[in-house]
């Protein structure tokens, strides 16, 4: 599906991770994401908690962090896409609404970043009708339901109706986003074939094996 080989598709080893994917899901990540650990952890986690800076940071010592981020992710997420491939790629909302002050484009802007130059489509066809707090800063995962109670398809956009098109976000953890994106996609453009790209999955925190456990 125009990708390179720097790319890993969810298997089926992989897919238990993932709640809310099915075996008839197709999606791809660059990297892992060691849930549980902080930022030093690796590459991989400095790179995500740098990328999901919130907007409030603008104007302060961290805020060039979120920026050298958004452009690591850009050149990743470039490297990745064959040149020439005729892919609809599909941010996934951000949990504030466009004219809510918090309002984060870090998906689009690193989207645009990344295939400036390339024949690349880059739309936000899906929308978010209200601000909701951030998955990752939440005790409590809305649902699928729920959230495509919360979006709608912005048919400025629908056309021409795409044919290959990547639900794109920096970290695939349960699925839930994914799957209300999807849905609302399959349901508007049900010729498309439709797959998730990700800038890392979350992956559980090893734990140290306790040879007293066996005595």
């Not at 504030?96 to 918090?102: A, G, R």
């Not at 995962?141 to 109706?161: F, G, H, K, Q, V």
């Amino acid at each position: 599906m125009h990708l390179n080989k720097r790319v890993l598709k969810v298997d089926a080893l992989t897919l238990p991770d993932h709640h809310y994917l099915s075996e008839q899901d197709i999606c791809f990540y660059t990297s892992e994401y060691t849930a549980g650990e902080g930022h030093v952890y690796s590459d991989t986690n400095q790179l995500i908690y740098n990328f999901k800076k919130t907007v409030d940071k603008r104007g302060t010592s961290e805020w060039k962090y979120k920026e050298q981020a958004i452009l690591q992710a850009a050149n990743i997420f470039r490297a990745a896409i064959k040149p020439g491939a005729q892919i609809t790629f599909v941010p996934i909302p951000p949990s504030k609404v466009q004219t809510d002050p918090l309002y984060d484009d870090r998906l689009l802007r690193m989207l645009q970043i990344a295939f400036e130059g390339r024949h690349t489509d880059v739309r936000e066809l899906v929308v978010q009708l209200q601000s909701m707090e951030a998955v990752h800063l939440s005790e409590r995962r809305p649902t699928p339901d729920e959230l495509i109670a919360n979006y709608r398809l912005d048919e400025s956009l629908a056309d021409p109706a795409p044919q290959i098109i990547f639900i794109v976000d920096d970290m695939l953890t349960t699925g839930c986003h994914f799957k209300a994106v999807q849905q609302l996609l399959v349901e508007r453009f049900p010729q498309a074939k439709i797959a998730g790209l990700f800038l890392a999955r979350r992956v559980a925190k090893s734990v140290d094996f306790d040879m007293n456990l066996l005595k």
